[in-house]
C-alpha cells in the first residue's frame, strides 16, 4: 500500500529552507539551442528552487524534451549558460533499465552507480513494486517498466530529476505511485521538472506551470 512520504516508509525528509527563499537548483541564463544551423529552442531564462514541482506542457514537437534534455544537462546550451547545484538525472518513460535483470537488482545497480545502493529497497517499495521486485524487467507493461524507473531515480536521489512523459503508460495506481514519488522527492528538498501530455493530477501540486511552443515558453 503506498503511503504518504515520511519516516515509516524508508525515507527521512530534513527541515530546510522553503522554495521561496532556497536558492536556485537549477539556472539556466539565456540559455538556448541551435541543431545543423537551425535555432530549436530560443533563449531561456529559467530558474528553479529546491522542493519545487514544475510540469511542462505542449503540444508534440513544442520541445518540452529539449527544456528537459538542457536543464538535465544533456544537451549543451548552444549560447548562454547552465547552472545546477548538484545531481541531475533524466528518465524518459519507463527507459534506461536492462530488461535482463531483475526489477531490484536493475534498481540497486543504477542507485548504486550514485553510491546509494542501500536506497534500492525502499524505493521499490514507495513505488508499490514488492510483488514485481524479482521478477525481470523485460517481462512488465508498460506502466511497470515507468514505476521501476521511477524507483530507480528516486534511489538515486538527485537534486534534480527531469521526468519526461512518465505519465504515458500509467494507469490510476500508478498515476498515485508518481504523485506519492513527487511528494517524496519534494519534502527531501529535491527539484523536479516534469513533461507530460496528462498534466491534471500534477497541476493541482505544482509550484510552476511552463507551456512551450516552437521551441520557446509561450506562458508561465
Do not use: F
Amino acid at each position: 500500500m503506498l503511503g504518504r512520504p515520511g519516516v515509516e516508509d524508508g525515507w527521512r525528509s530534513p527541515a530546510g529552507p522553503s522554495p521561496a527563499t532556497a536558492a536556485p537548483v537549477l539556472r539556466l541564463t539565456r540559455a538556448s539551442r541551435v541543431h545543423g544551423g537551425s535555432p530549436v529552442w530560443a533563449p531561456l531564462d529559467l530558474a528553479l528552487a529546491a522542493g519545487t514541482l514544475t510540469v511542462v506542457t505542449g503540444p508534440n514537437g513544442a520541445g518540452k524534451s529539449t527544456l528537459l534534455r538542457l536543464a538535465a544537462g544533456l544537451t549543451r546550451p548552444s549560447t548562454g549558460g547552465r547552472e545546477c547545484a548538484g545531481r541531475a538525472l533524466y528518465v524518459r518513460g519507463g527507459g534506461g533499465l536492462r530488461s535482463a535483470q531483475t526489477v531490484l537488482g536493475a534498481v540497486s545497480v543504477t542507485a548504486g552507480l550514485a553510491g546509494r545502493r542501500e536506497a534500492a529497497t525502499a524505493a521499490v517499495q514507495l513505488l508499490g513494486l514488492q510483488a514485481l521486485a524479482h521478477r525481470r524487467v523485460g517481462t512488465l507493461s508498460a506502466g511497470e517498466r515507468v514505476r521501476a524507473a521511477l524507483a530507480a531515480a528516486v534511489a538515486c536521489r538527485p537534486a534534480l530529476l527531469c521526468l519526461d512523459e512518465p505519465t504515458a503508460a500509467l494507469d490510476s495506481h500508478g498515476m498515485q505511485a508518481l504523485v506519492t514519488v513527487l511528494d517524496t522527492i519534494r519534502a527531501d528538498g529535491g527539484t523536479v521538472l516534469v513533461a507530460t501530455h496528462q498534466p491534471d493530477a500534477l497541476l493541482a501540486a505544482a509550484d510552476g506551470h511552463l507551456v512551450v511552443g516552437d521551441g520557446r515558453v509561450v506562458l508561465r
